[in-house]
């Protein structure tokens, strides 16, 4: 798969970096991820990766999921019975005010940077969410994906980028799947139907050099 290296009037996107996914403790779907390396991995290249965009003054969006108890965000017109839909009320994660919430250690949001409102679906795109509309106003056409779970969230905003327009890359090792057969599955057959991929440390390299 090609590897791409970041291009003007690009952002960061951080998917779900919030202590549901990152904390053992704490968060309700931790325990989900059973290849723990690439959990790790994840955690490692992302770090990265936001540490080169800060550092290199590229936006940075966070993209977290909080919903009000009940997740009535989630019926829309018609009832949640099948999927994350149907899921995450009975699980009860993602709830305004939970613990699970909360941005992971080291991935809090700095002054000044967005933070996305309103999406309630896998699309960081999905419900009343305004992050289209934070990413035009930043002027924002390449968008650099990380977070949680690849095969879900990561994968459905690449989708829905590349139908409205925005060029989107994967970095594969921001980024995890429960298991490494799911992540696999989404580097070989889908991402390069929809967007680019490429990893932490090409995408800090590339923002040095530009």
Sequence with gaps: MTVTSARPNAALVL???QREWLDPERGGLNHLVEDRELLDTAVHGASAALAAARAHGVPVVHV?????PGAPELESWTP???GLRAAIPKAGTWIEGS???EFADGFRPAPGEPVVRG????SAFAGSSDFDL???????????LAGFATHVCVESTLREAHDRGYSAHVIHDASAAFTR????HVRE???HHFGGETDAATFAASLSAR
């Excluded at 999406?119 to 896998?122: D, N």
């Excluded at 057969?181 to 696999?184: L, N, R, S």
């Design 15 to 17: 998917i779900e970096f």
């Design 64 to 68: 977290p999921l909080v919903l009000t």
């Design 80 to 82: 949640a019975v099948l």
């Design 99 to 101: 613990a699970g919430v």
């Design 119 to 122: 999406r309630a679906g896998a």
């Design 134 to 144: 934070i990413l035009r106003r930043l002027g924002v056409t390449d968008l650099y």
């Design 181 to 184: 057969v799911q992540q696999d």
């Design 189 to 191: 057959h889908v991402i």
